[in-house]
Nanobody, 130 residues
């Protein structure tokens, strides 16, 4: 079982920055060495589908980003590999959404798609005013 708790959302003006955090707690499961844990951030605006923002596979440090956030957002992890951050710079109004942390265990680097991830947090709201 994996529990995910997000924090760091809020309201900011366009051009500003926010940093989201996601703490993962894993219990009752010990993956084999060939299995990698990957965590990701998704977002969903009202009336729109949930879309991938960024992912990181914690053992290898492999990352992937949506084109819309490349050069502005950075995903990272702490040394203990149980917290993932999303640094968001130069925020735009269109970044306004509920941001969700997700996690899963894989034998390959997953696609940045909601269907790839089994565990989800409750979300944290990001609002960017223009």
């Amino acid at each position: 079982q994996v529990q995910l708790v997000e924090s760091g959302g809020g309201s900011v003006q366009a051009g500003g920055s926010l940093r989201l955090s996601c703490v993962a707690s894993v219990s009752g499961y010990r993956p084999s060495p060939s299995i990698r844990k990957c965590m990701a951030w998704f977002r969903q605006a009202p009336g729109k589908e949930r879309e991938g923002v960024a992912l990181i596979c914690t053992a290898s440090g492999t990352t992937d980003y949506a084109d819309s956030v490349k050069g502005r957002f950075t995903i990272s992890q702490d040394n203990a590999e149980n917290t993932v951050y999303l640094q968001m710079n130069n925020l735009k109004h269109e970044d306004t959404a509920m941001y969700y942390c997700a996690a899963g265990f894989f034998t390959w680097t997953p696609r940045l798609s909601p269907r790839s991830f089994a565990f989800w947090g409750q979300g944290t709201q990001v609002t960017v005013s223009s």
